[in-house]
T-cell receptor, first 114, second 113 residues
Framework: DSGVTQTPKHLITATGQRVTLRCSPR?????VYWYQQSLDQGLQFLIQ???????AKGNILERFSAQQFPDLHSELNLSSLELGDSALYFC?????????????FGAGSRLTVL | KNQVEQSPQSLIILEGKNCTLQ??????????LRWYKQDTGRGPVSLTI?????NTKSNGRYTATLDADTKQSSLHITASQLSDSASYIC????????????FGTGTKLQVIP
């Protein structure tokens, strides 16, 4: 157990729907990161939050949004889902914001869009 | 543009053998390089992290090397075990904020009996 908790582990939904993925960071970590990993692809950075504020943005689609709450947990909202959104979505956390921080990853949420 | 290239893309070795994975990068200004191990369907786990001044770091049977002059790193796995079957991801950070982190696409290693 890495200390980063992601729910749900698996999610199956239909095109056009909206889902919310949840992440609780490791105790003491203030930064949360979201990644998308499609089948046999590398990790694609989506977005980073630090202590409730957005800090860095990667290749996140406009249909996707995220936020970090005062208790530091984060949610990734995916709307108007398309088949191509099927992927593993990972959350990671770290103490600070710099690229030097080692990330601790959660086990991922597997999204299947039918 | 910052880039991280890993080779080979995939590798099959016999249990007990050694192997070496390569990572070439063009990230600048360099801050640190990390190797992660990702089991299929699981989140990546950090193996080693090296800064500019470090050229070797070990974690059990895993040894990472860094040549900051040639911008190359390698991950050497000794006496491979079936549990080493995974993807190994090289991640390079430039100085600055998190948007300066560049992920490689990984090497998929399969260890067979």
């Amino acid at each position: 157990d890495s200390g980063v908790t992601q729910t749900p582990k698996h999610l199956i939904t239909a095109t056009g729907q909206r889902v919310t993925l949840r992440c609780s960071p490791r105790s003491g970590d203030l930064s949360v990161y979201w990644y998308q990993q499609s089948l046999d692809q590398g990790l694609q950075f989506l977005i980073q939050y630090y202590n409730g504020e957005e800090r860095a943005k990667g290749n996140i689609l406009e249909r996707f949004s995220a936020q970090q709450f005062p208790d530091l947990h984060s949610e990734l909202n995916l709307s108007s889902l398309e088949l191509g959104d099927s992927a593993l979505y990972f959350c990671a956390s770290s103490v600070g914001t710099s690229g030097a921080n080692v990330l601790t990853f959660g086990a991922g949420s597997r999204l299947t869009v039918l | 543009k910052n880039q991280v290239e890993q080779s080979p893309q995939s590798l099959i070795i016999l249990e007990g053998k050694n192997c070496t994975l390569q990572c070439n990068y063009t990230v600048s200004p360099f801050s640190n390089l990390r190797w992660y191990k990702q089991d299929t369907g699981r989140g990546p786990v950090s193996l080693t992290i090296m800064t500019f001044s470090e050229n070797t770091k070990s974690n059990g049977r895993y040894t990472a090397t860094l040549d900051a002059d040639t911008k190359q790193s390698s991950l050497h796995i000794t006496a491979s075990q079936l549990s080493d079957s995974a993807s190994y991801i090289c991640v390079v950070s430039a100085s600055g904020g998190y948007q300066k982190v560049t992920f490689g696409t990984g090497t998929k290693l399969q260890v067979i009996p």
